[in-house]
């Protein structure tokens, strides 16, 4: 249990970053989720139509420190190569 003033502030400011955090998370999980059902579904137009909304849920997660940059960068270059490869070839 946290003794002094300063500790006793940190643990509320954890409880609240958490918080804040997970929603990104939960949000870019559910989306990528979503992504990878349409492709699966071979339902190629909303899976395009919802990639927008995936590189924006990762590029602000990155930019507010939810997960990093490199992170953010990586999962949108597997989100449109797994699109990509799914398609008809033509």
Known sequence: MAITKSAKKAIRQNKKRRVR???YLDKM?????ELRSFVEQKN????KKI???VYGILDKAA???VIKKNTASR???RMAKFIQSNSPKG
Do not use: D, Q, W
Not at 29 to 33: F, P, Q, Y
């Open 51 to 53: 990639l927008p909304k």
């Open 21 to 23: 955090n997970l929603a």
């Open 44 to 47: 190629l137009e909303a899976a």
């Open 29 to 33: 999980r559910a989306l990528i989720k």
């Open 63 to 65: 930019k507010v420190g």
């Open 75 to 77: 999962k949108k270059s």
